[in-house]
Structures are given as structure tokens and as C-alpha cells.
T-cell receptor, first 114, second 112 residues
């Protein structure tokens, strides 16, 4: 079956512009996660959605970052007024609900802020 | 916040050699996970460990959940070229917690 897909695969933007990154989770997965991976680093948790519950936003680095999940499926991560330090690979993952369910990752969106 | 210290950061080995990498934490984790990431791809789960002291194998891979719940290691035996990539450890604080805390990664390079 189809895995997690993300678009665009690459995004180059100018400092100060807003960007939107999209994630399509695996069908039937109610949990969705966003992570950020800076060059040569591990993944950093950003936000987590589970069903209709309020999202866990504890990993968002600033109020310029926001995410929504429409209809319990597709999610969009928005970064406003981008800064050069926002340059990274943004990875989305999805899983079934419940403990110890494997998170399946998408290929990521590589964001470059000039 | 929580941090996982993963070592070594990189390894250069000959094909056929065994590999060992480990992660330590100042915090206790209830689940340890090991992932592999290929270029341009997201991480893929290799092994999950749920119980302190647990030793689990997956083919040529063996991983252990430290008895103190603050460390884990991954061994790869008889390395082959497709083992090349970046390996990450990750921890979950408690059962049902969805946040994963990742190590910095170990980049494995294999000379044929």
C-alpha cells in the first residue's frame, strides 16, 4: 500500500516568506507527527495529532510555526516569516492509535531559506 | 529537554566486519527504538525494545535495552554494502507517549 507522502520534496524560499509543507499519512492512521531534522542531526519532535484530540504542540520552536490537520487526514505545517535557521528537512510520520505502534516516516521536505 | 547521546558519530569499516553503536541518556526511557535512514528517505524502524534488559535480534542486527533503562546498543554482524546509512536511536518516555527523542545518529560507511 502507499506510504506516507510529503510535498514538495524540496522548497527554496527567501527569508521572510511563508511556506506550507504538506503531509499525506497512511490511510487509516489516526496519529500524525511532524519532526525537523537539521543537517547532520537527529530528528526533533515538533507536533503530534491524534484523532480529534487537541494536538501536542510542545515541540514547536516558535509561534511562527503552526500545523493543522483537516478531516483527520492530510496535515499542513506552516512556517511564517521564515528565517535561515529554519532550513532543515521536515519529516512527517503516521501511525495507528495506541501505544507501541510503529511510526512510518515520509521522505521529508528539504527546506532551504536563503 | 531530554537528549540522547549516540556514539560513535561515524564509522568507516570493511565489508564483513561487525559494527557496534550505542546510546545513553540522563533520563529513563520505557521504550528504545533503532532506525536506519537512507539518503533522501525517512527513517525506517529496525528494532523496538520494550523491556529493561531485553535483547532482541532481527537477522544480522542485535539490540539490547539497558537494565538501567538509560542506554541501548545496536550490533550489526558481518556488514554488507547495503548496511550503509545513518542509524538513529530513539526513546519513548512512557508507554503510549508518542514523542520520540532521537540521538544524533551514527553514519556508517563500508569499504568493499
Amino acid at each position: 500500500g502507499a506510504g506516507v507522502s510529503q510535498s514538495p520534496s524540496n522548497k527554496v524560499t527567501e527569508k521572510g516568506k511563508d511556506v506550507e509543507l504538506r503531509c499525506d499519512p497512511i490511510s487509516g492512521h489516526t496519529a500524525l507527527y511532524w519532526y525537523r531534522q537539521s543537517l547532520g542531526q537527529g530528528l526533533e519532535f515538533l507536533i503530534y495529532f491524534q484523532g480529534n484530540s487537541a494536538p501536542d504542540k510542545s515541540g514547536l520552536p516558535s509561534d511562527r510555526f503552526s500545523a493543522e490537520r483537516t478531516g483527520g487526514s492530510v496535515s499542513t505545517l506552516t512556517i511564517q516569516r521564515t528565517q535561515q535557521e529554519d532550513s532543515a528537512v521536515y519529516l512527517c510520520a503516521s501511525s495507528l492509535a495506541g501505544p507501541n505502534n510503529e511510526q512510518f516516516f515520509g521522505p521529508g521536505t528539504r527546506l532551504t531559506v536563503l | 529537554g531530554q537528549q540522547l547521546n549516540q556514539s560513535p558519530q561515524s564509522m568507516f569499516i570493511q565489508e564483513g566486519e561487525d559494527v557496534s553503536m550505542n546510546c545513553t541518556s540522563s533520563s529513563i526511557f520505557n521504550t528504545w527504538l533503532w532506525y536506519k535512514q537512507d539518503p533522501g528517505e525517512g527513517p525506517v524502524l529496525l528494532i523496538a525494545l520494550y523491556k529493561a534488559g531485553e535483547l532482541t535480534s532481527n537477522g544480522r542486527l542485535t539490540a539490547q535495552f539497558g537494565i538501567t533503562r538509560k542506554d541501548s546498543f545496536l550490533n550489526i554482524s558481518a556488514s554488507i554494502p547495503s548496511d550503509v546509512g545513518i542509524y538513529f536511536c530513539a526513546g519513548q518516555l512512557y508507554q503510549g507517549a508518542q514523542k520520540l527523542v532521537f540521538g544524533q545518529g551514527t553514519r556508517l560507511t563500508i569499504n568493499p
